[in-house]
């Protein structure tokens, strides 16, 4: 099996598959690749299973050696990768021959670049997955994000290596939205007439923190009704912010637009808390998530309020391309 | 206090109410809420939360136990389940429908025999930063507020926020306080905290909100142990207070 020498690290770079579900009663959140469309695309370029983890690298890609050579992917955004000094394309396999060296370089278009490679990357799994939880510290390599000096093992993979494309078409879905469609959130109702236009008619920045956990953002401040014959009891998460009096905390989902008190409003993203206590005023719809991926600090979004049936069908049609023959060419 | 009790129904057999939570969830509900969705009861510390919260595990316990196929994950809240499904094979009626069917079941589901967990804490100073001002909140000595935070039986309502966090109901009422008005940006690992009614240790270095009493040196959350969690749902919970030699000892015994 061949390995990869980090030899840069980038700025974030984590090791991540589709996540880990079925354990939010501990309160270990799925996590998983922020674009999971660009993951599985790499991954189905490179004849992997589409679940087998990959780099996920933020805004600044870094440096990779690859002394017995491999066959790689990219996708997701545009990091200006070279390898040798070659210019390497997104969304096509490449060969490396042993001893070259890929580099990537600052963002040219959104937030996260994937460097798949075939075999996957190897990592002990944690409850089945091998994504990265940052702020638990487990899973992936380490439980942490790559460091320069990083040694990662790849995984073994059967067949002869081809080489392969992916359609206009399927590279066109992978398009990330600015443009956020949702459903309603189960609070919605809580807000009173005026926040609906608000929230709709609003074009929200992101924060600069936005993360992996969540994406804040600045912009129109939805005003939360308040009830103030309501003691705080259990209102309010643990987390970084005060909670809102009288919502009891109940279970929180990936994409959940949650309204603190300041306002403003928070998306629930991959390493999500599992429990809230805010208000949530929409939900974003399944097959708008990887767009969030690759959302950066200060890009400007919209949302759009779609029908449940609706939702379904888009993430239908998501899934149906994702199968389909017309996805690669060889 | 303008709500009452008596206006809190909870029907023998259901008794639940569904919300749509996003296109690939659902919620149930086991408490009634008002107009602006909000439980009709102050929701800890009282009869209607116990109630509702026992529902959520029993019936947590009983999709754990037959799990559904299409079922991604289950989210235990005080009084709610989220349920997170597979939107591609299962639509959100078909969700309901079988959510109801496991309903009618409940009152066969036989929860788990709880733990009883004790959990030693070196309260104050730098291990609890906010002792002496939730004393001095309150007009209580500090030995007084932590002979009272060390005194109750606390009930896991259900683990949430991160990995191996439980939330702890049962906080007496003369130390019910509310959160800090600006969190901190890094609240250390073992962190005793209360928040509201609740009170909870922190299992892992994150940014928090809650009021800091003091730190245990026991770990909440291990990879290397059955269940993970040292708390499970449903567990029962007594602080145990220790001096800082002890806390320095015992630390370096579960090293």
Redesign the interface.
């Known amino acids: 099996m061949g390995v990869i020498r980090v030899r840069e690290s980038g700025l974030f770079t984590t090791v991540q598959d589709l996540g880990r579900e079925g354990f939010a009663f501990l309160g270990v959140s799925a996590s998983g690749a922020a674009d999971a469309i660009s993951l599985r695309l790499g991954n189905r370029l490179l004849g992997n299973a589409e679940g087998a983890a990959g780099l996920e690298m933020t805004l600044l890609g870094g440096t990779f050696i690859f002394p017995q050579g491999a066959t790689g992917a990219l996708t997701g955004s545009d990091f200006g990768a070279t390898l040798d000094g070659e210019r390497v394309d997104l969304w096509t396999t490449f060969a490396v021959k042993p001893g070259q060296t890929l580099r990537l370089g600052p963002t040219c278009s959104g937030a996260r670049c994937y460097l798949c490679v075939r075999g996957g990357i190897a990592v002990e799994p944690f409850l089945g997955s091998a994504s990265t939880h940052i702020l638990s510290g487990l899973g992936g390599f380490e439980g942490r994000a790559l460091r320069k000096g990083d040694v990662l093992h790849m995984g073994a993979a059967s067949g002869l290596a081809r080489e392969r494309r992916l359609s206009a078409r399927a590279v066109k879905m992978a398009e990330p939205r600015r443009v956020l469609r949702v459903t309603p959130g189960p609070q919605s109702d809580w807000f009173d007439e005026a926040s609906e236009p608000l929230f709709y008619g609003s074009t929200y920045r992101v924060a600069e923190d936005a993360n992996r956990m969540g994406l804040r953002l600045e912009g129109a401040a939805i005003p939360m009704p308040r009830d103030d014959t309501w003691p705080e009891e259990t209102g309010g998460n643990a987390g970084p912010s005060r909670g809102t009096g009288g919502m009891v905390s109940e279970g929180v989902t990936l994409g959940a637009v949650q309204v603190p008190d300041g306002g403003m409003p928070i998306i629930l993203f991959v390493e999500q808390q599992t429990t809230g206590g805010y208000p949530k005023i929409a939900n974003l719809i399944s097959a708008d998530f990887h767009s969030l991926g690759q959302l950066r600090p200060r890009d400007e979004i919209r949302f759009e309020r779609v029908a449940w049936e609706t939702a379904r069908s888009l993430l239908s049609e998501q899934e149906e391309l994702m199968a389909s023959e017309e996805l690669i060419f060889e | 206090?303008?709500y009452t009790f008596a206006n809190m129904d909870i029907e023998a057999g259901g008794g639940a109410r569904f919300?749509?939570?996003?296109?690939?969830?659902l919620?149930v509900?086991f408490?009634r809420q008002n107009r602006?969705?909000?439980?009709e009861a102050?929701?800890?510390q009282t009869q209607i939360t116990l109630q509702a919260n026992e529902r959520v595990r029993k019936l947590?316990r009983l999709l754990?136990l037959e799990p559904i196929e299409g079922f991604?994950?289950?989210?235990?809240?005080?009084?709610?389940?989220?349920v997170?499904f597979d939107?591609?094979r299962l639509?959100?009626e078909e969700v309901e429908a079988v959510l109801r069917r496991c309903l009618e079941r409940l009152d066969e589901v036989i929860l788990p025999e709880p733990h009883q967990v004790e959990i030693p804490v070196c309260y104050g100073g730098e291990y609890g930063p906010d002792l002496a001002e939730v004393c001095a909140m309150h007009g209580m000595t500090a030995a007084k507020a932590i002979e009272m935070h060390a005194a109750p039986e606390y009930l896991v309502y259900?683990?949430?926020?991160?990995?191996?966090?439980a939330?702890l109901?049962g906080l007496p009422e003369a130390l019910?306080t509310?959160?800090?008005?600006t969190?901190r940006?890094r609240v250390l690992a073992g962190s005793v905290?209360i928040?509201?009614?609740?009170t909870?240790v922190?299992?892992?270095a994150?940014?928090?909100?809650?009021r800091l009493l003091g730190r245990t040196p026991m770990a909440m959350?291990r990879?290397d142990r059955d269940g993970?969690?040292l708390l499970s749902?449903g567990d029962r919970v007594r602080f145990t207070p220790i001096s800082a030699e002890r806390f320095a000892a015992l630390e370096k015994e579960w090293e």
Request: aromatic share 14%; hydrophobic share 35%.
């Open positions: 206090m303008r919300e749509l939570a996003s296109d690939q969830s919620l509900y408490a602006k969705g909000r439980a102050r929701p800890l947590l754990q991604r994950n289950l989210h235990p809240g005080y009084c709610s389940l989220l997170k939107a591609l639509r959100h259900f683990l949430g926020f991160v990995p191996g966090f939330y109901g019910v509310p959160r800090l008005a969190p940006r905290g928040a509201g009614h609740q909870g922190y299992p892992f994150t940014p928090g909100g809650w959350f990879t993970l969690s749902i």
